[in-house]
């Protein structure tokens, strides 16, 4: 089993940042690849970014490209997203997901992530 827990959550005005972070426990985490999903009021959880085990792969949500950075590190088995300029349709619960089955490569579809974590709200005012 794995545990995530997100922290970093808050309101911020458009343009400013904040950043998320992500702590994993549990057996063998930092194997897995890591992603960050959000899901909007009325809206499906959607694919954010991810990063594999080694960060040597990462994709990102065409949306957040240039303005979200996704990071690890395995010695603290966290995951961070560090995101500038945010925009009021960055609202949303942010949720932060553990995929067993890959370490070197990292996909953006929901249902390959096997762990998540409760969430974290991030509401960007106009």
């Known amino acids: 089993q794995v545990q995530l827990v997100e922290s970093g959550g808050g309101l911020v005005q458009v343009g400013g940042s904040l950043r998320l972070s992500c702590a994993a426990s549990?057996?063998?985490?930092?194997?897995?690849?890591l992603g960050w999903f959000r899901q909007a009021p009325g809206k499906e959880r959607e694919f954010v970014a991810a990063i594999s085990w080694s960060g040597g792969s990462i994709k990102y949500a065409d949306s957040v490209k240039g303005r979200f950075t996704i990071s690890r590190d395995n010695a603290k088995s966290t995951v961070y997203l560090q995101m500038n300029s945010l925009q009021p349709e960055d609202t949303a619960v942010y949720y932060c997901?553990?995929?067993?089955?890959?370490?070197?490569?990292?996909?953006?579809?929901?249902?390959?992530?096997?762990?998540w974590g409760q969430g974290t709200q991030v509401t960007v005012s106009s």
């Open positions: 997901a553990a995929d067993r089955s890959r370490y070197t490569t990292v996909v953006t579809t929901l249902n390959e992530y096997n762990y």
């Open positions: 549990g057996r063998t985490t930092n194997r897995y690849a």
